[in-house]
């Protein structure tokens, strides 16, 4: 089953309308969505190594535009679905996080969290929410998040056929591993939370 969802995923690399999709996950996991958009981008780069650097390029365009969608979040409605955003989204302590990082550097607090596992919306609603400066905002979201899916679509357009070719031949192997560090990091954020 897993192996089918894996060449259903790699199929959308050929498919007109997978740089659509890319394009709508990485608008909203900048702005309010959980899912990252690293899988799926791997998963199209892994499909068709050639147009790597075009689907990092919608996958940058549109987080960027999904972390000014999130700024505006959380400068207009944070009153209305900052409840909605701490219980459901994005945790009482990442905010407090994110606060203390921009009381200290906005324009790095950004650019960190742009390559950092910590949500990116929880970046872009609490950069609205604090009001912070919105020039420098972008700024930093256009160099962060350019430069994360620019290294995933340039290591994965070098090494992508040798990447596919190991998956494929080691398929269950790699499932195993995956879940097993899945279960490994959800144990962790647990005993940290």
């Given at each position: 089953?897993?192996?089918?969802?894996?060449?259903?995923?790699?199929?959308?690399?050929?498919?007109?309308?997978?740089?659509?999709?890319?394009?709508?996950?990485?608008?909203?996991?900048?702005?309010?969505?959980?899912i990252?958009?690293?899988?799926?981008?791997?998963?199209?780069?892994?499909?068709?190594?050639?147009?790597?650097?075009?689907?990092?390029?919608?996958?940058?365009?549109?987080?960027i535009?999904?972390?000014?969608?999130g700024?505006?979040?959380?400068?207009?409605?944070?009153?209305?679905?900052?409840?909605?955003?701490?219980?459901?989204?994005?945790?009482?302590?990442?905010?407090a996080?994110?606060?203390?990082?921009?009381?200290?550097?906005?324009?790095?607090?950004?650019?960190?969290?742009?390559?950092?596992?910590?949500?990116?919306?929880?970046?872009?609603?609490?950069?609205?929410?604090?009001?912070?400066?919105f020039?420098?905002?972008?700024?930093?979201?256009?160099?962060?998040?350019?430069?994360r899916?620019?290294?995933?679509?340039c290591?994965?357009?070098?090494?992508?056929?040798r990447v596919?070719?190991?998956?494929?031949?080691?398929?269950?192997?790699?499932?195993?591993?995956?879940?097993?560090?899945?279960?490994?990091?959800v144990?962790?954020?647990?005993?940290?939370?």
């Amino acid at each position: 089953m897993l192996r089918s969802l894996y060449e259903w995923v790699l199929g959308w690399a050929d498919r007109k309308h997978g740089p659509f999709a890319l394009s709508l996950v990485s608008f909203t996991e900048a702005s309010f969505f959980p899912i990252p958009p690293d899988p799926l981008l791997m998963a199209l780069c892994l499909g068709n190594p050639r147009k790597s650097y075009r689907f990092a390029l919608y996958c940058s365009v549109f987080s960027i535009l999904g972390a000014a969608a999130g700024y505006l979040i959380g400068y207009w409605v944070w009153e209305l679905v900052g409840d909605f955003f701490t219980s459901h989204i994005v945790t009482a302590e990442a905010f407090a996080t994110v606060s203390d990082k921009y009381s200290e550097n906005v324009f790095e607090a950004v650019l960190a969290a742009a390559f950092t596992p910590i949500p990116f919306k929880a970046f872009t609603v609490t950069a609205g929410v604090f009001k912070v400066d919105f020039p420098t905002f972008i700024a930093a979201c256009v160099v962060g998040r350019t430069a994360r899916f620019a290294i995933v679509a340039c290591l994965l357009s070098i090494f992508g056929e040798r990447v596919k070719l190991l998956i494929d031949k080691y398929f269950n192997i790699f499932t195993v591993i995956f879940f097993i560090l899945l279960l490994v990091g959800v144990l962790l954020l647990k005993k940290l939370g």
